[in-house]
């Protein structure tokens, strides 16, 4: 059974510094990995989806990376804003037996201090 | 463009009530559109999912049922809602393809009191 890891739980810096957000998963079979945003008592935001076959993505001051055969995602943002505080979600895409889940991690709360 | 609309946004409902949860999307055809619940504490839990019109697969036993009635209609449904039913319910949709991301609703936050 695929599970999905994030650490840390919650990451509290100040303004302007670099962080990076880590994801791991216990079985690299996976056909896609995406890192979402989700904003209090709001749905998710796509931010970054990166294929099996790929190694990163990166949109703005946004870079994701995957290792699928250690099982392993960062998202490194730079140059954090407050704006960036909000809770970080990272999900894999399964396909198995004629069926297609994601599965989550519980997410990293972000706080980015003015 | 594409939007994905829930209703209601809040919803406080007693131990026994029927629930009904409303999801559409507008700008696309033929979507698979899934529901998630996301309790407290916990990471986002896949519901259930459909890929056409009257096809539901359920992903977890439970007190809930989904429906498919339209092309881009999705509803989550109780006859009798239980305490453990609380929590926050997101709809999503995506594209037919199986590498295309899924795009999420702006969620329903449900409490069984």
């Known amino acids: 059974k695929q599970e999905v890891t994030q650490i840390p739980a919650a990451l509290s810096v100040p303004e302007g510094e670099n962080l990076v957000l880590n994801c791991s998963f216990t079985d690299s079979a996976i056909y896609n990995l995406q890192w979402f945003r989700q904003d209090p008592g709001k749905g998710l935001t796509s931010l970054l989806l990166?294929?099996?076959?790929?190694r990163e993505q990166t949109s703005g001051r946004l870079n994701a990376s995957l290792d699928k055969s250690s099982g392993r995602s960062t998202l490194y943002i730079a140059a954090s804003q407050p704006g960036d505080s909000a809770t970080y979600l990272c999900a894999v895409k399964e396909y198995r037996g004629g069926s297609e889940k994601l599965v989550f991690g519980k997410g990293t709360k972000l706080t980015v201090n003015p | 463009s594409q939007t994905i609309h829930q209703w209601p946004a809040t919803l406080v409902q007693p131990v026994g009530s029927p629930l009904s949860l409303e999801c559409t999307v507008e700008?696309?055809?033929?979507?698979?559109l899934y529901w998630y619940r996301q309790a407290a504490g916990r990471g986002l839990q896949l519901l259930f999912y459909s890929v056409g019109i009257g096809q539901i697969s359920s992903e977890v036993p439970q007190n809930l049922s989904a429906s498919r009635p339209q092309d881009r209609q999705f509803i989550l449904s109780s006859k009798k809602l239980l305490l453990s039913d609380s929590g926050f319910y997101l709809c999503a949709w995506r594209k037919q393809g199986v590498r295309e991301t899924q795009y999420f609703g702006p969620g329903t936050r449900l409490l069984v009191l």
């Open positions: 990166i294929q099996s076959s790929q």
């Open positions: 700008g696309t055809s033929n979507p698979n």
